[in-house]
């Protein structure tokens, strides 16, 4: 069983920023895609960015494009995600998921493409 574990998330200003990370105990981390999402309060969960197994490719909503930047340490089975200019309607629940397939040859943006999860972490953008 895969677990994956999100942190950096709280409280931050608007157009401020945040790293956010996610710690997997795979020994395999780098033969999966990684992703993050988002779920705002009474919406589905979106798709934030996804990075490809070597990090040769990355994927953005529109939304977050230009502004989060997705990332990867193979050695520390970590994927980051940083988040800037953030607005108050981008307060949600982060969640980083693990690709359901392995070597994947594109980076995939469906949550059904996705099989673990974290918990995730509130991110909250005040005004």
């Known amino acids: 069983q895969v677990q994956l574990v999100e942190s950096g998330g709280g409280f931050v200003q608007a157009g401020g920023s945040l790293r956010l990370s996610c710690a997997t105990s795979?020994?395999?981390?780098?033969?999966?895609?990684m992703g993050w999402f988002r779920q705002a309060p009474g919406k589905e969960r979106e798709f934030v960015a996804a990075?490809?197994?070597?990090?040769?490719?990355?994927v953005y909503a529109d939304s977050v494009k230009d502004r989060f930047a997705i990332s990867r340490d193979n050695a520390k089975n970590t994927v980051y995600l940083q988040v800037n200019s953030l607005e108050p309607e981008e307060t949600a629940v982060y969640y980083c998921?693990?690709?359901?397939?392995?070597?994947?040859?594109?980076?995939?943006?469906?949550?059904?493409?996705?099989?673990?999860w974290g918990e995730g972490t509130q991110v909250t953008v005040t005004s």
């Open positions: 998921a693990e690709d359901a397939q392995f070597g994947r040859s594109w980076t995939p943006t469906g949550l059904d493409e996705y099989s673990y």
């Open positions: 795979a020994r395999t981390f780098s033969i999966y895609a």
């Open positions: 990075i490809s197994r070597s990090a040769s490719n990355t």
